[in-house]
């Protein structure tokens, strides 16, 4: 992971909501090397995004709960974590 990567990161931590240019601003990186990493980053189910009621087309992002594994895609991860709540189940019925 680069130097850039992780202060997105670490600007992410503190587990509020944030716009892409106060991440940059944090990371003390370039906004459009941010928003290309935190694309990336939705993509991989490391970091949430939904729109931000204040500004007409802006976005905030958020750090994922739980990030997806180590070659794991979001959507993947979604849906071992649905299997293993069917078998949790069926194995408590029977």
């Known amino acids: 992971m680069t130097k ?7 600007a992410l ?3 509020g909501w944030m716009t892409s240019t106060q991440i940059a601003s944090f ?5 459009d090397t941010v928003r ?3 694309a990336g980053f939705v993509r991989d189910g490391v970091v949430k995004k939904k ?3 204040e500004r007409h087309n802006g976005m905030l992002y958020h750090k994922a709960e739980q ?3 180590f070659g794991i895609r979001a959507n993947m991860q ?5 299997i ?11």
């Open 13 to 15: 931590s503190n587990g």
């Open 78 to 82: 979604e849906f071992n974590d649905l």
């Open 36 to 38: 290309i990493l935190l």
């Open 27 to 31: 990371a003390h990186a370039k906004k």
């Open 4 to 10: 850039t990567q992780v202060s997105v990161i670490e």
């Open 51 to 53: 729109a931000d009621p």
């Open 84 to 94: 293993s709540g069917v078998r949790a189940a069926y194995a408590a019925t029977n």
């Open 67 to 69: 990030a997806a594994g």
